[in-house]
């Protein structure tokens, strides 16, 4: 839908951008890079809330590692949002490897419409202390709001479980820093 200004000009932006650029975006968030994340830990579930404010085509899913663990694997995965909480699962996008201190992605074609979801990663027992990270270039990470957010200043929105996956998802228990919000998405 094309958007509107006050000059009365309409703008189909995706249309017009020369030239078309593939961008990794994290829906709903206000993008800021920052530096690592906490560690992952065995069998832990983050749960990265999204919201998608129209159709949109994703064409990979992906991470940065930037404290490898050799021989780890993050298992990725999108599930539904409903009253705050993941409920269904949407999409096993499969795993990544931690061996490589890399951004690492994998390749899906998945149409989310309108509304909220939550992106999850799930790392193994030696994927133990892996960080997903915005330094480098690649794959960058958000924190949220602000430099000042996260642990600190109680902007804890990144919730948690430990758990295997299921369907629906596993609820949440404990809530994790915004800086642990390292999950991107890829425009078509």
Not at 21 to 47: C, D, E, F, H, K
Not at 112 to 135: E, K, P, Q, W
Not at 155 to 164: E, H, K, P, R, Y
Request: charged letters at 5%.
């Amino acid at each position: 839908m094309p958007l509107y200004n006050p000059m009365g000009m309409t703008y189909d932006f995706p249309v017009n951008i020369s030239p078309p650029v593939a961008r990794w975006v994290m829906p709903g968030w206000l993008i800021q890079t920052v530096g690592n994340s906490p560690g992952l830990t065995s069998g832990v579930i983050w749960y990265q809330p999204i919201f998608v404010s129209q159709s949109t085509l994703f064409s990979h899913i992906g991470v940065l590692i930037t404290n490898l663990r050799a021989g780890g694997l993050i298992d990725l995965r999108i599930f539904k949002g409903a009253a705050g909480l993941p409920t269904s699962l949407v999409l096993s996008c499969g795993t990544v490897s931690t061996t490589n201190a890399v951004a690492v992605s994998i390749a899906i074609a998945q149409t989310l419409s309108r509304g909220y979801y939550f992106l999850a990663m799930r790392g193994d027992a030696t994927a133990a202390g892996a960080n997903i990270s915005a330094v480098a270039t690649g794959i960058p990470v958000v924190q949220g709001y602000g430099a000042t957010c996260g642990v600190a200043s109680g902007d804890l929105i990144i919730m948690a479980v430990t758990s295997a996956f299921a369907d629906p998802a596993p609820a949440p228990t404990s809530t994790i820093a915004m800086t642990a919000a390292g999950i991107w998405l890829r425009e078509n």
